[in-house]
């Protein structure tokens, strides 16, 4: 009787451990299956497969897939943008979509990948390797990223003669935007209202510093509810130099005034451009940026063109 009750109850174990360890098959292999095909996997199979065709030299195929990263503590940051973005320093991959292009200008080989990184210019968070989380609208985000144009408000943080009016963008073009906008602050006299690096009036609030805010900040104590495009503050100081009073209309009920900002009639390059100059002032307490890192040549100093008109 013993007997068979014992091996009632072992019949009975032995499924249930049959079943936990197929579970645990299962959800190891779903695991395994969705490591392995990381987004970033995907982009660097695809770049190794580039590479393999256009050297001709299937070897390239075997590259292991890692995850790429700089870390620099000096900066305090971990970019590993590289590990989609891997053909950013291949002249083979002008011609390639992205993330695989090489990068455009002489921005890599004026500030070496190994000792700048990425996120130092383009801000975005360095540390995920997800398109969407480094790419989108993200509130979270510390600092969004900078594409395009808008990367040239990071040049301020060590380029910080790029603010001297004799500074143009003849001497300096990779900052042409930058110029525009600040041109335009002077053509317009911003300064009647707006303190900008210690210069002018306290109507509207300080504009120093603004580039250095993160999204949360500036978050907080702006209202977004007339902002139509992706909730950021690029985007919010955009359509408000577009048209002030539809993103600041005030509130009757609360006895709430528009904004007294003019509306100026801003094309959309020129609010652009204003947006990517505002951006572009800093707060170097922020940035935090350490000695070595700051530009000592002066840039009206590094312009062949400028020597010879000094006479
Ligand atoms: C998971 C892969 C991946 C990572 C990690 C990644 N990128 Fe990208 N990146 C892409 C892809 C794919 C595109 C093109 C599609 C798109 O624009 O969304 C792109 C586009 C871009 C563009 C052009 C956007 C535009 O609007 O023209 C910039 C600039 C850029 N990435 C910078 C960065 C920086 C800086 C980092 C690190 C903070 C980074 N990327 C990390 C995959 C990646
Ligand atoms: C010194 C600043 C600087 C650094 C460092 C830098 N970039 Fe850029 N990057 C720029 C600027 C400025 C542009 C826009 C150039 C233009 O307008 O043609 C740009 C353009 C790009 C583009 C093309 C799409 C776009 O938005 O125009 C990609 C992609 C990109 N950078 C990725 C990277 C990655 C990845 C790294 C790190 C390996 C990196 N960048 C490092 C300044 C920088
Ligand atoms: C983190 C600091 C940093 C940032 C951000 C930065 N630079 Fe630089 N840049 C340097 C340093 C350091 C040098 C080396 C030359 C020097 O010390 O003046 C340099 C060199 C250059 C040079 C070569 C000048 C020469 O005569 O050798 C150019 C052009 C340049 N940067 C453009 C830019 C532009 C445009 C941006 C913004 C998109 C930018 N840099 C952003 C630090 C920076
Ligand atoms: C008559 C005064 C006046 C003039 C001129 C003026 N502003 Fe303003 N500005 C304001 C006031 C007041 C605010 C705050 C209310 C608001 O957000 O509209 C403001 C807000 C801003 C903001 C948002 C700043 C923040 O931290 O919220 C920016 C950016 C800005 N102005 C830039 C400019 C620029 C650039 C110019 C010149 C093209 C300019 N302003 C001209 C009065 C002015």
Redesign the pocket.
């Known amino acids: 009787m013993d007997y068979k009750w014992e091996k009632g109850v072992t019949k009975r174990r032995n499924k249930v451990f049959a079943a936990a360890v197929f579970f645990i098959i299962i959800v190891a292999s779903v695991i395994f299956y969705r490591e392995n095909r990381q987004e970033w996997m995907r982009y660097q199979r695809s770049y190794n497969e580039k590479l393999a065709s256009k050297l001709n030299d299937p070897t390239y195929l075997k590259n292991p897939i890692k995850i790429e990263q700089t870390w620099l503590p000096q900066l305090n940051t971990t970019d590993r943008c590289m590990t989609c973005h891997s053909g950013v320093s291949n002249p083979l991959f002008v011609t390639e979509p992205q993330p695989f292009t090489t990068h455009p200008g002489d921005f890599l080989k004026t500030h070496p990948v190994e000792k700048f990184g990425c996120t130092v210019c383009h801000q975005g968070d360095g540390q995920v390797v997800v398109v969407e989380a480094t790419h989108g609208a993200v509130h979270h985000l510390n600092r969004q990223l900078l594409t395009k144009e808008f990367a040239q408000a990071s040049c301020a943080k060590c380029h910080m003669d790029i603010h001297d009016r004799s500074v143009t963008a003849d001497i300096f073009p990779d900052a042409a935007t930058f110029f525009k906008g600040r041109d335009?602050?002077y053509q317009?006299?911003?300064r009647?209202?707006?303190v900008i690096n210690g210069e002018g009036g306290t109507?509207?609030?300080e504009?120093t510093g603004?580039g250095s805010k993160t999204e949360l900040a500036f978050f907080l104590i702006?209202d977004f509810q007339h902002v139509e495009g992706p909730h950021t503050m690029a985007q919010w100081?955009y359509e408000?130099?577009l048209n002030?009073q539809k993103?600041?209309p005030g509130n009757p009920e609360l006895k709430f005034a528009a904004?007294?900002?003019?509306n100026?009639g801003f094309t959309d390059e020129q609010a652009k451009a204003?947006t990517i100059y505002?951006l572009g002032l800093r707060n170097p307490k922020v940035d935090n940026i350490p000695y070595d890192y700051i530009a000592v040549k002066k840039l009206a100093q590094t312009s062949p063109g400028r020597s010879s008109s000094m006479q």
């Open positions: 335009l602050t317009y006299g911003c009647g209202c707006h109507i509207g609030p504009l603004l702006h100081i408000h130099f002030p993103v600041v904004t007294i900002m003019p100026f204003l505002v």
